[in-house]
């Protein structure tokens, strides 16, 4: 089993940053690859970003390359979600999520563990 705890969500203006973290405990040896989602009421949970946990390989959803870049320190056991020029849209529940495999996915249902999630509100 692999506990997962996300932190470092919270309130900022458009145009702001913040860096979330993923701390996984338990099992987390077993890690091959960590993913962040977001889900904003009313609509479906949306991938962000995926990074394998041995080597580091990325992969981003269709639209946040440019603003959000995802991270990984191994040995803390540690992922991370950079989010730059955040906007009021960017506001949502941000989850992260792993996996035993080290490919890289985009469905949540190809993942084996969830965190309990963090708020991130933008304000304009």
């Known amino acids: 089993q692999v506990r997962l705890v996300e932190s470092g969500g919270g309130l900022v203006q458009a145009g702001g940053s913040l860096r979330l973290s993923c701390a996984a405990s338990?099992?987390?040896?077993?890690?091959?690859?960590m993913g962040w989602f977001r889900q904003s009421p009313g609509k479906e949970r949306e991938f962000i970003a995926a990074?394998?946990?041995?080597?580091?390989?990325?992969h981003y959803g269709d639209f946040e390359k440019s603003r959000f870049t995802i991270s990984r320190h191994s040995t803390e056991d540690t992922g991370y979600l950079q989010m730059n020029g955040l906007r009021p849209d960017d506001t949502a529940v941000y989850s992260c999520?792993?996996?035993?495999?080290?490919?890289?996915?985009?469905?949540?249902?190809?993942?084996?563990?969830w965190g309990q999630g963090t708020q991130v509100t933008v304000s304009s």
């Open positions: 999520a792993a996996r035993y495999p080290s490919t890289l996915a985009m469905r949540p249902d190809e993942y084996d563990f």
């Open positions: 990074v394998a946990w041995s080597g580091g390989s990325t």
């Open positions: 338990g099992r987390s040896y077993m890690i091959g690859s």
